[in-house]
């Protein structure tokens, strides 16, 4: 009896989702009411992007940014905005395509996120072809991903997950400033020397002075990457500590600018209208604020933000 119902559900899940699947994952009956991620499919650019919410309960704070394949002009993807299903295969094989994939999350109807394909249910048997048209619109209506991206939705977005699939989308924060990397670096005693690269028996520039802060610009295993005197400089990763400068400021761009390196210097990015950062250090000097910009801190005019706090009034 059980081999027959087994068979009966099979025979179900090849004519409804057009594949066949050896294994699946069950869910809940009943999709999240609160559901952490909501993802956007950018057909337009072939991105797949992954928000969770801001102080007031938003999907604002963008986590994630995966390219993708969508559907071609003849099988398009569906467009609109969908509560994700609640089935999953980990390797699943497409009918009469002779092709496999894996890490099948239901999007909606018979569109679903999955992996760059494969011949036979075999991760050797890599069809390279789909790696190589990733960022095009190639696919038969799913949405591609690299395998990493295909496995995180499948372990990550549950049933009543929220997706949109649309050609474009308004501006969101560009940042998570809950996970920071911290602003700056201070000595914990004297004489720690700093120095012109990150080997011991490198020139020595000069001393951290205790109770100074220098600003991370990268932070290596043995030592610190710091802004020193207007240069790059290093600095031993032991006798000093982090300092996190996030003030619990959010500031809002009013207007199209730049994201810099320090004051007057290069472009790390361009900021559009409405982009929301957290604010590392207001009123840096020069005229500059410190914003958090994928992992790094990043020099905005002062003039050009908006400044709240999360149940306060603009400051």
Known sequence: MKRIVSLVIGIALVISVGFSVTAGKAQAATPAKNPKYKLEVDVRKQRVRVYVRDDQGNYNIQIKNMICSTGKPSTPTRRGTFVMGSRKVRFGEFVGMNCAAQYWTHLTSRTYFHSILYRTKNTSTLISSSVRNLGKAVSHGCIRLEV????????????GTIATVASSFPSHALIRPEKTMPYAITPTNADVPIRKSDNYKSAELGKAVVGSEYRIVEKGR???????????????????????????????????????????????????????????????????????????????????????IKGGSPA
């Open 148 to 159: 990493k991206n295909a496995r995180w939705i499948y372990v990550n977005c549950n049933y």
């Open 222 to 308: 043995y030592y610190y990457k710091i802004r020193y005197k207007g240069k790059d400089a290093f600095i031993s990763v032991t006798n000093v500590k982090e300092v996190n400068k996030l003030t619990g400021y959010w500031a809002t761009v009013k207007s199209k600018t730049k994201l810099l390196n320090e004051p007057n210097g290069k472009a790390m990015a361009q900021s559009k209208t409405g982009d929301r950062f957290g604010v590392l250090l207001k009123n840096a000097g020069k005229g500059y604020s410190v914003v958090y910009y994928k992992g790094k801190p990043a020099y905005i005019k002062t003039s050009l933000l908006q400044f709240d």
